[in-house]
């Protein structure tokens, strides 16, 4: 019982990053359509927000996107001209555990069809 | 105006049988008991010396996959911790396993500092020289002197407690052994819920192993405070040729679109 429960901790754990990731749900993805409207690729985390139009409600919700180091996306393909501000895109993430607009990301797909990985194989 | 308030600034040092002279002041080096030499001094660099078994030179990565069975970040096994501290770790447990971040405070731009800087998953930009072994964490750029050419601890009275802490290497046959004391317990942290106290010690058994490619570290903390014993754990890392360290600051404009860091997602 202990073990598993330690074990539940762990797996919840930070992950190895600077930042904790216990507010993500590592069991969902979650898929967002939308616009760019933030890219910055710099260290320590790579930020993108994304705008999302709801088709029914005609609203726009903005999406905080958490994404790897630069060296670790660069590896999986990213490049700084790789997305601005207008772009389409859609993203892949794991949600926010308390259903807030945010996500840690798995992978995305760029406006012309390119799937990038969040993180081509660094731990950061 | 300015004037005149100085003149009465000095009325009273006077009054108060203070005198302002060349016999009052101190200052200089003559204040400071005698320092060892600089590291990057010449006639340190220089010095005759045993050549150490192995040079730590190179960019260190965090061995994730084998890293797991002791804890990943964390130090396991854990040792007895006395109740107070048992209490708020327990407490972090709980609020990691509902999903929130517990006083994450290295999320919002404090260093890890020692130990918790030697679990980052940054290259580990190490150098080594006959007196001293630097090692630079790619992650905010967190840095720690070892210094190896025989000085003692330095006096905490002027040098006051840091981040890294103060530390002091030696080898024993193949290991180089590290003490690290003096360490800054404002938001510091031994890994999560486990603060960092006043008395903590920490000692590293450092040896180079599979021809050099990894380095193995064990990590030995005692804090009388705290817990029962000493608290060890073993962690690896391996040595990484294409990679070198880049700028990863802390900044305010980047972290504050970090969900990790919103009061939401905290329990600070």
């Not at chain 1, 320590?44 to 609203?59: A, M, Y």
């Not at chain 1, 490049?79 to 995305?108: C, E, F, N, W, Y």
């Not at chain 2, 200089?28 to 078994?53: C, D, E, V, Y």
């Not at chain 2, 690290?180 to 603060?195: C, D, E, F, K, P």
């Given at each position: 019982?202990?073990?598993?429960?330690?074990?539940?901790?762990?797996?919840?754990?930070?992950?190895?990053?600077?930042?904790?990731?216990?507010?993500?749900?590592?069991?969902?993805?979650?898929?967002?359509?939308?616009?760019?409207?933030?890219?910055?690729?710099?260290?320590?985390?790579?930020?993108?927000?994304?705008?999302?139009?709801?088709?029914?409600?005609?609203?726009?919700?903005?999406?905080?996107?958490?994404?790897?180091?630069?060296?670790?996306?660069?590896?999986?393909?990213?490049?700084?001209?790789?997305?601005?501000?207008?772009?389409?895109?859609?993203?892949?993430?794991?949600?926010?555990?308390?259903?807030?607009?945010?996500?840690?990301?798995?992978?995305?797909?760029?406006?012309?069809?390119?799937?990038?990985?969040?993180?081509?194989?660094?731990?950061? | 105006?300015?004037?005149?308030?100085?003149?009465?600034?000095?009325?009273?040092?006077?009054?108060?049988?203070?005198?302002?002279?060349?016999?009052?002041?101190?200052?200089?080096?003559?204040?400071?008991?005698?320092?060892?030499?600089?590291?990057?001094?010449?006639?340190?660099?220089?010095?005759?010396?045993?050549?150490?078994?192995?040079?730590?030179?190179?960019?260190?990565?965090?061995?994730?996959?084998?890293?797991?069975?002791?804890?990943?970040?964390?130090?396991?096994?854990?040792?007895?911790?006395?109740?107070?501290?048992?209490?708020?770790?327990?407490?972090?447990?709980?609020?990691?396993?509902?999903?929130?971040?517990?006083?994450?405070?290295?999320?919002?731009?404090?260093?890890?500092?020692?130990?918790?800087?030697?679990?980052?998953?940054?290259?580990?930009?190490?150098?080594?020289?006959?007196?001293?072994?630097?090692?630079?964490?790619?992650?905010?750029?967190?840095?720690?002197?070892?210094?190896?050419?025989?000085?003692?601890?330095?006096?905490?009275?002027?040098?006051?407690?840091?981040?890294?802490?103060?530390?002091?290497?030696?080898?024993?046959?193949?290991?180089?052994?590290?003490?690290?004391?003096?360490?800054?317990t404002r938001h510091h942290w031994v890994q999560n819920g486990v603060a960092v106290g006043e008395k903590l010690r920490i000692i590293e058994r450092i040896k180079l192993l599979d021809g050099g490619n990894t380095l193995q570290n064990t990590i030995t903390m005692i804090d009388p405070d705290s817990w029962e014993g000493e608290w060890?754990?073993?962690?690896?890392?391996?040595?990484?040729?294409?990679?070198?360290?880049?700028?990863?600051?802390?900044?305010?404009?980047?972290?504050?679109?970090?969900?990790?860091?919103?009061?939401?997602?905290?329990?600070?």
């Amino acid at each position: 019982m202990r073990k598993t429960a330690v074990a539940a901790v762990l797996l919840a754990m930070p992950a190895l990053a600077h930042h904790s990731s216990a507010m993500f749900d590592a069991s969902k993805e979650t898929e967002l359509k939308g616009v760019v409207k933030l890219f910055k690729f710099e260290n320590p985390h790579v930020n993108i927000v994304v705008t999302v139009r709801d088709e029914k409600s005609g609203t726009t919700t903005d999406w905080f996107i958490e994404a790897a180091s630069v060296r670790g996306m660069a590896m999986a393909g990213w490049r700084r001209s790789t997305l601005k501000a207008g772009d389409g895109i859609t993203v892949i993430g794991r949600p926010l555990r308390d259903g807030q607009p945010g996500a840690s990301l798995v992978r995305a797909v760029l406006a012309d069809g390119t799937t990038l990985a969040a993180n081509g194989g660094r731990n950061y | 105006m300015a004037r005149a308030s100085y003149a009465v600034a000095m009325l009273l040092v006077l009054a108060a049988g203070g005198a302002i002279g060349a016999d009052t002041q101190v200052g200089g080096a003559g204040a400071l008991p005698p320092q060892p030499p600089s590291a990057l001094s010449k006639a340190n660099l220089n010095k005759k010396r045993p050549k150490p078994p192995f040079d730590l030179t190179g960019n260190w990565m965090w061995n994730g996959q084998r890293n797991r069975e002791s804890g990943g970040a964390q130090f396991f096994p854990l040792p007895k911790f006395k109740p107070a501290v048992k209490a708020v770790y327990d407490e972090a447990m709980a609020t990691i396993a509902a999903g929130k971040a517990y006083k994450n405070d290295e999320g919002y731009c404090w260093p890890a500092g020692m130990p918790e800087s030697m679990t980052r998953v940054w290259p580990n930009q190490t150098i080594q020289l006959p007196t001293m072994i630097t090692m630079v964490q790619m992650l905010k750029h967190e840095i720690r002197w070892i210094y190896i050419d025989g000085r003692p601890h330095a006096d905490p009275e002027i040098k006051p407690p840091s981040y890294s802490g103060d530390s002091i290497g030696h080898y024993e046959g193949d290991t180089l052994v590290v003490d690290t004391t003096n360490l800054q317990t404002r938001h510091h942290w031994v890994q999560n819920g486990v603060a960092v106290g006043e008395k903590l010690r920490i000692i590293e058994r450092i040896k180079l192993l599979d021809g050099g490619n990894t380095l193995q570290n064990t990590i030995t903390m005692i804090d009388p405070d705290s817990w029962e014993g000493e608290w060890t754990s073993t962690k690896y890392w391996y040595r990484d040729d294409s990679v070198d360290a880049e700028e990863a600051f802390c900044l305010p404009d980047i972290n504050d679109n970090l969900l990790s860091t919103r009061e939401s997602s905290q329990v600070r």
